[in-house]
């Protein structure tokens, strides 16, 4: 009986990589530990579905806490495909002055709204953070580090 436990273990594994729902590779380590268990010590039926039962409850906890530590959303870990969180820290131009705190700053090829203190056209900027498309700005020479 050992080696069907076995035998569903690896049939659940191969699921989940045809199929990724990020739970059937702990039901298939249940299953696992269920089939060592049952080779190792000949256990009766009734006994081997407590073993499965308790380690799927246990791998699936256990599985919990992986996935919430994978998928965390750190904001470095997480900046290389959004625009926003790349430009913060980046050296920029003033494209059109600003004025009264709103002006536009040349980041690259592009041309971004930009609000900060008084500046002429051609001073250098560093963005010090977003607001939806609009770059918050600091004079290079003030920015923090």
């Given at each position: ?13 191969i699921f989940?990589?045809?199929a990724p ?8 380590l ?8 049952t ?7 009734p006994r081997q579905?407590?073993i499965f039962a308790a380690?799927c409850?246990?791998?699936c ?10 998928l965390?959303?750190?904001p470095a870990?997480?900046?290389?495909n959004?625009?926003d969180?790349?430009m913060?820290g980046?050296?920029a ?7 009264n ?10 041309v971004?709204l ?16 977003m607001?939806?498309?609009t770059?918050?700005v600091?004079p290079a020479?003030?920015?923090?580090s």
């Open positions: 009986m050992g080696w069907a436990w076995a035998i569903g273990a690896l049939l659940l594994a989940e990589l045809h729902g990020f739970y059937l590779i702990w039901i298939a249940g299953s696992g530990v269920t089939a060592l268990g080779l190792a010590f000949d256990l009766a039926l579905l407590e380690a409850a246990a791998s906890v256990a599985g919990f806490f992986v996935y919430r530590r994978l965390s959303t750190e870990a997480h900046a290389r959004v625009r969180r790349q913060v980046e050296h131009v003033v494209a059109e002055p600003i004025h705190g709103h002006g536009k700053i040349r980041l690259g090829d592009s971004w930009a609000e900060g203190p008084n500046l002429p056209e051609g001073a250098a900027v560093i963005v010090t953070g607001r939806g498309t770059a918050i600091a020479a003030e920015a923090p």
